[in-house]
């Protein structure tokens, strides 16, 4: 289980703790249920990351990137090579030029002098022999050389030319994979959404409110008192007869007055604030939740919940 889903698991637990009959309770599982949700979608967007970008990107480095690596460095090895030879073959070239400029006449004159003369100039001509013998071998490597240059060039070309696909391909993934966040982001959003609404539908004895201009708490009220109060004001009328008098209103089209049991501060605009004890004219919308009515004081209308109110003949 990841993070959110432990989470979500302690807030149920916890929740049938306290009872899922009480508020808390209630809203705490409704909170673990949600947490177990982003849970999910998190594990979708972690294996949907694995398969659609970091698995390809792992093959592509541990594979195509690798030999193109190897590739040029061995071009630049071969790189190398080519300039040693050419090297070689200057300096041969050179050792061959100055040979060439030897005298290797034999001389007319019959003394030691012009015999040891003579025979130098034969050492130079051997001389000469071995470095056109090392130009034509210098040449020969250089051609070796060059030609093995040209195949590694080409062939790193063609792995270089290659990576503009895979380029493409992985800019694909990419895209993906951003799209797959969108996807776990919205998905998160619209849970958290449906449990603002879900916990919206309490009383504010059991929520914080977000737009509460005081820091004194509201008190919280318990079921026994609101019967209890209610039982005061109708001592003829049942708790039975009570819950049909605000199902009839809603299988109706018309309005009722009803009495404020207790303040209600709105938790956003599309809620009314109400006062104890103050009269407000009630009636039921079409696609409402069922804990809730819309009500009208004067020119102000907005969201009431029926357990905060007592309808009256």
């Not at 999910?40 to 592509?60: G, K, M, V």
């Not at 959404?193 to 919280?220: I, M, W, Y």
Request: glycine fraction near 6%; aromatic fraction near 8%; charge should be neutral.
């Amino acid at each position: 289980m990841n993070n959110p889903e432990l989470l979500g698991q302690y807030m149920i637990d916890a929740g049938n703790e306290f009872g899922p009959g009480t508020a808390y309770g209630n809203a705490l599982i409704k909170c673990g249920e949600t947490q177990k949700r982003i849970g999910t979608a998190d594990r979708e967007l972690i294996q949907t990351s694995a398969i659609n970008f970091l698995t390809p990107l792992r093959n592509f480095i541990d594979g195509d990137y690798k030999t193109i690596t190897k590739e040029r460095k061995l071009l630049q090895n071969k790189r190398l090579d080519l300039d040693a030879a050419k090297t070689r073959l200057k300096k041969a070239k050179a050792a061959e030029a100055r040979a060439a400029q030897l005298n290797t006449s034999q001389p007319e004159e019959n003394n030691i002098m012009v015999n040891v003369s003579y025979m130098l100039n034969l050492l130079h001509v051997k001389w000469l022999k071995v470095w056109a013998e090392e130009v034509t071998k210098s040449e020969q490597e250089v051609r070796i050389t060059q030609s093995e240059f040209d195949r590694q060039a080409e062939i790193t070309r063609l792995l270089l030319e290659g990576i503009n696909s895979t380029h493409a391909h992985h800019l694909r993934c990419l895209t993906d994979f951003v799209e797959a966040q969108m996807t776990y982001y919205a998905q998160c959003y619209q849970y958290m959404l449906d449990l603002q609404k879900q916990l919206g539908s309490f009383p504010s004895a059991f929520r914080s409110s977000n737009n509460q201009s005081s820091s004194t708490p509201v008190p919280s009220v318990s079921a026994s008192s609101v019967l209890a109060s209610a039982s005061a004001s109708l001592p003829s009328v049942s708790n039975s007869v009570v819950t049909s008098g605000f199902s009839e209103l809603k299988a109706s089209s018309g309005s009722r007055k009803a009495r404020v049991l207790y303040d209600y501060d709105a938790a956003n605009s599309s809620e009314l604030s109400l006062l104890a004890d103050e009269v407000i004219t009630v009636y039921s919308v079409p696609g409402m939740d069922s804990d809730w009515l819309m009500g009208e004081r004067g020119n102000q209308k907005g969201k009431v919940p029926i357990t905060y109110l007592e309808l009256l003949n």
